[in-house]
Structures are given as structure tokens and as C-alpha cells.
């Protein structure tokens, strides 16, 4: 059974720092793309940042470039986000997903496997 655990969000003053991970189980992580997406209330889903499944490669929005840093430990079957420098516009419900083959993409509709969600507010 696919399980993608999401762990690391919580209450972070502007400026501030966060880490997100997702732990992975139930597939061979290192043959799958992984990436970060949120979804900010009233907003729609957002594809953030992802990376190839050697984690060779690595791409990010322009709204995070700079500030987000997405990297992966194939060894612990573990996805990361390190938010620097964060801004209550990143205040969201941030989702780690995954795609089967190399490359990561930016459509949301090539994951086919998502986790829960860990609540990440940005909030003075």
C-alpha cells in the first residue's frame, strides 16, 4: 500500500524557517519523481517544487525560487522542503507527490500518488 506521509508543518513568523519531510512506503521510491504542492486557502492547487528521482535536477516555482529547497534521500525513502525566509502568502496546506519514471514535472496531474497534507501558516 502507497503511503506518503507528510510531517514538519506548523505556525512559522515571517522570515522564519521550516522544514517539511515526507516519508514514503509501499513503492520504490528512487524510481519514482517527487515534487511539493500546496493548496492556500481560496486559492487552487499550486505545484511548488520538484526533483528528478536520482535527484539530479531540481525546479521551483518563481513564487519560492530562491527561498524553498527541495531534496531527497533515496537510502531513508524520504522527500524534503526547506522554507527560508517565508511569507504569510505561503501560508498553505502543502502536499508531497509522486510520479512514476525520472522526471519531475509541473502538471499536477502526472501524480499519481499523494500524501495527506502537513499545514504550514506564515502568521506575525
Known amino acids: 500500500q502507497v503511503q506518503l506521509v507528510e510531517s514538519g508543518g506548523g505556525l512559522a513568523q515571517p522570515g522564519g524557517s521550516l522544514r517539511l519531510s515526507c516519508a514514503a512506503s509501499g513503492f520504490t521510491f528512487s524510481n519514482y519523481a517527487m515534487s511539493w504542492a500546496r493548496q492556500a486557502p481560496v486559492k487552487g492547487l499550486e505545484w511548488v517544487s520538484g526533483?528528478?528521482?536520482?535527484?539530479?535536477?531540481?525546479y521551483y516555482a518563481d513564487s519560492v525560487k530562491g527561498r524553498f529547497t527541495i531534496s531527497r534521500d533515496n537510502a531513508k525513502n524520504t522527500l524534503y522542503l526547506q522554507m527560508n525566509n517565508l511569507k504569510p502568502e505561503d501560508t498553505a496546506l502543502y502536499y508531497c507527490?509522486?510520479?512514476?519514471?525520472?522526471?519531475?514535472?509541473?502538471?499536477?496531474?502526472?501524480?499519481?500518488?499523494w500524501g495527506q497534507g502537513t499545514q504550514v501558516t506564515v502568521s506575525s
Open positions: 526533483i528528478y528521482s536520482d535527484g539530479s535536477e531540481t
Open positions: 507527490i509522486a510520479r512514476r519514471g525520472v522526471v519531475a514535472t509541473s502538471a499536477l496531474g502526472d501524480y499519481a500518488y
